[in-house]
């Protein structure tokens, strides 16, 4: 009987240790529960958004100027109360742990730091200072251990070598392609395992754009650095990403594979500016003017 009861406690231990490893694995490293942001205790800019970033993904954020998609991310890095706004409802976990009551410095400590829109770098320094300003935040890469500062400034050179030769310039008299290369290179110095990018192709060249999603892509696969992306331009957006939301008036309207997601008839007709030709001649661009009216036609909104 005693060694019937050993091998039946020995059994359930390992089923749950493998169910523990199973939960550990289906976790998704941020998760967005249902949450609501209102602004100036009167403004609600978010109704009940939910979203999940899989640890080393890429997930992006979609949706036209003013859906709310700034207003998630600064949710997520706890700045919102810089613009007197607050999560009222919901949830925000990260690694397992709920975050959204933290500072925007302890947020940092963990690992998730968000690149704003709009770059923001210190335009009165250089390049290379702009990027020291982001390893200060981590202990690991102080004043005092140079070596590892070193490394880490040498690892961010090797992702953008624009950057090097650049890295005596004041940052105010750089590209803006330079701008957003500094803003990234800051936020890995402090070697984050999860990043938020909001925009990161506005105002920048097609060519540009490509360099920067490509550098995006390799901090991906080489770094482990999981991305949530807020990005207007759709078709960018969903070629570099793994999964993706569109948000609209505040709240996720729909979800899914990348790939998937740009295979959409409506996704394509009304983000990408695609429909099928009634001719049958296949994809044709279509105008504003054809295009405006979209609320009322939209299949996931009825």
């Given at each position: ?187 890995l110095m ?14 920048l060249a ?11 892509r390799d ?84």
């Amino acid at each position: 009987m005693n060694t019937m009861s050993s091998t039946d406690e020995a059994l359930r231990d390992a089923t749950r240790s493998e169910a523990q490893v199973a939960a550990q694995v289906a976790a998704p490293l941020l998760a967005v529960n249902n949450i609501e942001v209102i602004y100036d205790h009167v403004i609600l800019v978010l109704k009940g958004v939910s979203l999940s970033v899989p640890k080393g993904r890429i997930v992006a954020l979609l949706g036209a100027n003013g859906a709310g998609k700034t207003t998630t991310l600064k949710a997520i890095s706890n700045l919102l109360r810089a613009e007197r706004g607050d999560v009222t409802k919901g949830s925000i976990e990260f690694a397992g742990d709920r975050v959204d009551r933290l500072t925007p410095n302890d947020l940092v400590q963990r690992g998730v730091i968000q690149v704003m829109e709009g770059r923001h770098c210190f335009a009165h320094l250089t390049v290379e200072e702009n990027l020291l300003t982001g390893a200060y935040t981590r202990p690991s890469l102080g004043r005092a251990n140079r070596v590892a500062l070193a490394e880490q400034l040498e690892r961010v050179y090797a992702y953008f070598p624009r950057l090097k030769v650049r890295r005596t310039s004041q940052a105010g008299y750089t590209s803006g392609g330079e701008q957003q290369m500094t803003a990234i290179g800051r936020a890995l110095m402090a070697r984050p395992s999860m990043i938020l990018l909001d925009e990161p192709s506005m105002g920048l060249a097609p060519q540009i754009v490509e360099e920067i999603f490509a550098i995006v892509r390799d901090l991906n696969r080489k770094e482990g650095v999981s991305f949530l992306l807020a990005e207007q331009n759709t078709t960018v957006a969903l070629s570099n990403a793994d999964y993706g939301y569109i948000l609209e008036n505040g709240r996720v309207v729909m979800d899914g594979d990348a790939a998937a997601l740009s295979a959409n008839e409506d996704v394509q007709e009304f983000y990408l500016g695609v429909a099928a030709d009634a001719s049958g001649d296949g994809a044709k661009r279509k105008s504003f003017r054809d295009t405006k009216f979209y609320r009322r036609r939209k299949r996931w909104l009825s």
